[in-house]
């Protein structure tokens, strides 16, 4: 009886030698998993904020320019410029002279200036805002732009220094994409694509 109790004692201590061992690998794996969730759940928190902000900035552009429908409007002697022919006009054109002043005359009223100053020459120039975030920093990023068809195809502008760019194949911006802009260094990925003004 002592030999079984002996035993039995021996096992019992293996089992829960063994289920230590689990636990403390279970344990660590669990610490794991917890440290990577909270890395996850502040990243997360981090893109909610970003989403907010730019929700915000988007409705609150939406509501000004719901003052000012009439401006997008169709053209009714439409003409469509070549790319050299655009670049020729915005030398001439006084838009990208005017002075940035946040947050009374910010990329937004530039993209707008530029798009009546060239409907006065009967070019279809639309404004575009692009919502993201700086692909280095994750930094948010918001900025309006305008946009035209030419000849050759797509084309953007940016207002406030007057350069003309385009993507490979004259292609559209896209929601998902990492572009690099006129005026900023970093490239920048693309949350929205948001068309004020048609083009």
């Not at 759940?41 to 909610?48: R, T």
């Not at 009967?122 to 404004?127: C, P």
């Amino acid at each position: 009886m002592f030999v079984v109790s002996i035993i039995i004692l021996v096992i019992a201590s293996l089992i829960t030698a063994r289920l230590t061992i689990v636990l403390n690998v279970t344990e660590s794996a669990y610490s794991d998993l917890l440290s990577k969730f909270n890395v996850i759940s502040g990243q997360y928190d981090i893109l909610l904020s970003i989403n907010d902000r730019l929700t915000k900035e988007r409705d609150n552009i939406t509501k000004i320019l719901e003052r000012y429908t009439w401006l997008d409007l169709p053209l009714e002697n439409k003409s469509v410029p070549s790319i050299n022919e655009l670049k020729l006009w915005l030398q001439i054109d006084k838009t990208d002279e005017l002075k940035y002043d946040d947050p009374d005359f910010t990329c937004f009223q530039f993209s707008v200036v530029l798009m009546l100053h060239g409907r006065a020459q009967h070019y279809d120039i639309g404004v575009i805002a692009i919502y993201g975030y700086n692909n280095k920093t994750g930094e948010p990023f918001s900025h309006s732009i305008n946009a035209i068809i030419t000849t050759e195809g797509l084309v953007y502008i940016e207002p406030q220094v007057g350069e003309v760019w385009w993507l490979e194949d004259h292609s559209q911006i896209t929601n998902g994409t990492v572009q690099v802009f006129p005026m900023f260094e970093d490239p920048i990925h693309i949350v929205e694509v948001f068309i004020f003004f048609d083009y």
